[in-house]
């Protein structure tokens, strides 16, 4: 029975990391006015909004305490803060903060509690604002832009951006993330090859900062040229979260939109996806059959990776399952306008070629994009001990690579379960932008890489966090037991976040951490910080530090 629970919990977990779910512990914090008036807009009648929730507070004597602080979906961490501020305002938001200046009290934000480490849920932490009361997604017409609170879950965003104008954001695949911490980490997901990332349609955002002196500020921060706050909003398009204050909006507009129709200021998604699933025998595949498995799905992904390819329309996420669990599979979708079918077979059997044969488990042919964007890999947030690592590849993995990942996946002992290792399709239209022109600096990436391992109680934490910690070092073995950036390897992302990467015991290469999730990026973050938080009033194990 624990076999089975174990074997469930991984793979639900390996869906819900392949497509970027956005993890980082973020906040965010929105203009009064904008809020106003674009939710009086949405509901017709100015002047008729329901009051915002809270603001909550919310002590350890509180019945709702323990609910509250195991809200975070790694049950590896559980905190203990001396309050919880459920905020449902920017007002609120700046209360909250400027208590905890004032108390001398480190903060932390939660958006959908979906972090991998402990940025929220941390024995320092002594007040978790929770953003769980700004829902609100709506047309500014102000800023002819849709507005969307950091508390709003992923699902939740994409059925009113599409039931209210037909049009989304290209987010992750777990409908239950927060919006807060997705969209500064980057965002992608199973429309990125086709639109891009999500920062990537970030017009603007708004955040309560600490400066100096201690004064608590709300700056909202654009992308227009002329804005003075310019820097401030770069650093939210990929900077992470956790860093320069607390995020209560965001405002998204497409770069090359014009007019002030809503239906047209943001990307169409289908009308429908066809999703499939394929799976391969670990019987079937020897070292050799492996091999070469590995070798063309990466050759498909340097052949099919560019802005613009008709191949964009299709993402997949390979899961190499270890041979304790089950087997390889693939999950996918394609845009049912884009000879679906079509581009389905010809990237199995591109995958396939010369190697085990595959079957189709799943095949799906019209599924409405909605209803196909809200299912989501593996339901709601479930607390599950977790580790997550991550990396980019440009191209194919090496031999060596390849190998080590054979060696592990297709280790027998029950109680050395390494993980699964999950090959996202990555590129199209997010090669389409440069590396400093977003925070997010990995734009010549094909393939985006999750490790991840789950297990059932606390008492299993040290082995299954060494086997998934030995898994990524051999496969990076030639590189200090990280990726870093050379012709195969471009580092890893943020949104994933894998405090072993500033460990000298899990990172022995020469590159540090930061520059292995930003890159040359980093400096600018830096200054970017050493103006809005010169304080360091938000920070956690990897956070930006001031210039």
């Known amino acids: 029975m624990r076999?089975?629970?174990?074997?469930r919990s991984v793979l639900r977990?390996?869906?819900?990391?392949?497509?970027?779910?956005?993890?980082?512990?973020?906040?965010?914090?929105?203009a009064t006015g904008a809020q106003a008036a674009g939710a009086a807009h949405q509901l017709g009648q100015e002047g008729t909004c329901p009051p915002p929730l809270g603001p909550v507070r919310v002590g350890s004597k509180d019945r709702r305490y323990y609910e509250l602080v195991r809200r975070g979906a790694n049950a590896r961490y559980t905190g203990s803060p001396d309050q919880v501020r459920i905020v449902g305002s920017t007002?609120?938001?700046e209360e909250a903060v400027r208590d905890a200046v004032r108390g001398g009290l480190r903060v932390a934000v939660r958006s959908g509690g979906h972090c991998f480490e402990d940025f929220v849920d941390n024995p320092e932490i002594r007040m978790?604002?929770?953003m769980s009361g700004m829902t609100a997604v709506y047309f500014d017409p102000e800023r002819t832009a849709f507005a969307v609170e950091a508390g709003a879950t992923l699902g939740e965003v994409y059925r009113r951006l599409y039931l209210g104008w037909g049009v989304t954001i290209p987010g992750g695949w777990c409908p239950s993330v927060?919006?807060?911490?997705?969209?500064?980490?980057?965002?992608?997901?199973?429309?990125?090859?086709?639109?891009?990332?999500?920062?990537?349609?970030?017009?603007?955002?708004?955040?309560?900062t600490v400066d100096g002196g201690g004064r608590v500020r709300t700056v909202v921060a654009t992308r227009e040229d002329g804005d003075p706050h310019r820097d401030l909003w770069w650093a939210h398009t990929g900077g992470g979260g956790g860093n320069f204050g607390v995020v209560t909006r965001y405002w998204f507009r497409s770069p090359d939109a014009d007019g002030s129709d809503p239906a047209r200021l943001l990307p169409n998604p289908p009308r429908h996806v066809l999703t499939f699933s394929a799976a391969w025998r670990w019987e079937d595949l020897d070292k050799a059959a492996f091999t070469r498995l590995m070798e063309n799905h990466g050759a498909w992904a340097?052949?099919?990776s560019d802005a613009g390819s008709p191949a964009a329309a299709l993402h997949s996420d390979f899961l190499l399952v270890p041979a304790q669990l089950s087997g390889p599979y693939i999950l996918g979708q394609v845009s049912a306008e884009s000879n679906a079918e079509r581009l389905m077979r010809q990237h199995l059997d591109a995958i396939s070629a010369g190697t085990a044969a595959y079957s189709i488990t799943q095949l799906r042919k019209e599924v409405p994009w909605l209803e196909a964007a809200l299912i989501g890999p593996g339901g709601g947030v479930a607390r599950r001990y977790t580790k997550m690592k991550s990396a980019y590849a440009k191209k194919t993995l090496s031999r060596p690579q390849i190998e080590a990942a054979f060696s592990h996946l297709t280790e027998t002992d029950p109680g050395r379960i390494s993980g699964v290792m999950t090959l996202s399709t990555y590129g199209g239209k997010v090669r389409d932008v440069?590396?400093?022109?977003?925070?997010?600096a990995h734009r010549g990436t094909r393939i985006k890489i999750g490790y991840v391992n789950v297990w059932p109680s606390p008492s299993d934490a040290d082995a299954y966090e060494a086997n998934v910690r030995n898994f990524y070092r051999a496969v990076y073995s030639d590189t200090g037991g990280v990726p870093v950036p050379n012709e195969i390897n471009d580092g890893a992302y943020i949104n994933y976040p894998d405090a072993d990467l500033r460990d000298p015991a899990w990172n022995t290469s020469d590159t540090p951490w930061h520059y292995l999730y930003y890159k040359d990026n980093y400096r600018r973050l830096q200054?970017?910080?050493?103006?809005?938080?010169?304080?360091?009033?938000?920070?956690?194990r990897l956070s930006i530090e001031p210039a």
Do not use: C, M, W
């Open 3 to 7: 076999e089975q629970t174990t074997r």
């Open 13 to 30: 977990s390996a869906a819900a990391v392949g497509t970027g779910i956005g993890i980082s512990a973020a906040g965010t914090a929105g």
């Open 91 to 93: 007002e609120h938001v």
């Open 128 to 130: 978790i604002i929770d």
């Open 178 to 208: 927060g919006a807060g911490g997705h969209v500064q980490g980057g965002g992608f997901g199973t429309l990125s090859r086709l639109h891009g990332l999500t920062v990537d349609h970030l017009y603007g955002v708004e955040v309560v």
């Open 302 to 304: 340097e052949a099919n």
């Open 434 to 440: 440069a590396p400093d022109a977003t925070a997010y």
């Open 527 to 540: 200054r970017v910080k050493a103006q809005y938080d010169p304080t360091n009033a938000f920070h956690h």
